[in-house]
């Protein structure tokens, strides 16, 4: 088993993106498993436990229906702030094979540096790290 960690911020089309990668890998149907993470605000955390869970962000609803829609399995995970120490935290806890992280589009010149969490991620993760782009509906 392949494991993967996709954490998604709130664009929808970044979190479609990643969903995208990972469901058009060989054996992604048999052979992977995809942990869906995002990082909760400091208010999302202290909020009543009935509703601060991870399942009610949106875009990880959607990459997990995407997913699901494509026969990958998936697990849900809470991320902790700061976003990039909780992406490093949770890879290391399901041990996983692979990362892959979502982009925004940047000038030619901002093409030169990532968003500071997918920067941090690449520098310091002991995993794979795969930025992948946007895709639309």
């Known amino acids: 088993m392949y494991t993967i960690l996709l ?16 469901a058009e890998l060989p054996s992604a149907d048999t052979d992977v498993t995809a942990i869906v993470t995002h990082a909760l605000t ?11 869970s991870v399942e009610r962000i949106s875009t990880v609803k959607l990459v997990r229906d995407y997913l699901q829609d494509h026969d990958v399995a998936v697990e849900l995970a809470e991320g902790t702030q700061p976003p990039a120490d909780g992406i490093i935290d949770l890879a290391e806890e399901f041990d996983v094979d692979q990362i892959v992280m979502g982009s925004r589009k940047r000038s030619p010149t901002g093409k ?26």
């Open 42 to 52: 400091k208010e999302e955390t202290e909020a009543p436990e009935e509703i601060r």
């Open 112 to 137: 030169a540096v990532f968003g500071s969490v997918s920067q941090q991620v690449l520098l310091e993760a002991d995993d794979p790290v795969t930025v992948v782009g946007s895709r639309a509906e």
């Open 7 to 22: 954490p998604v911020d709130a664009d929808e089309d970044r979190a479609r993106g990643q969903a995208a990668f990972v």
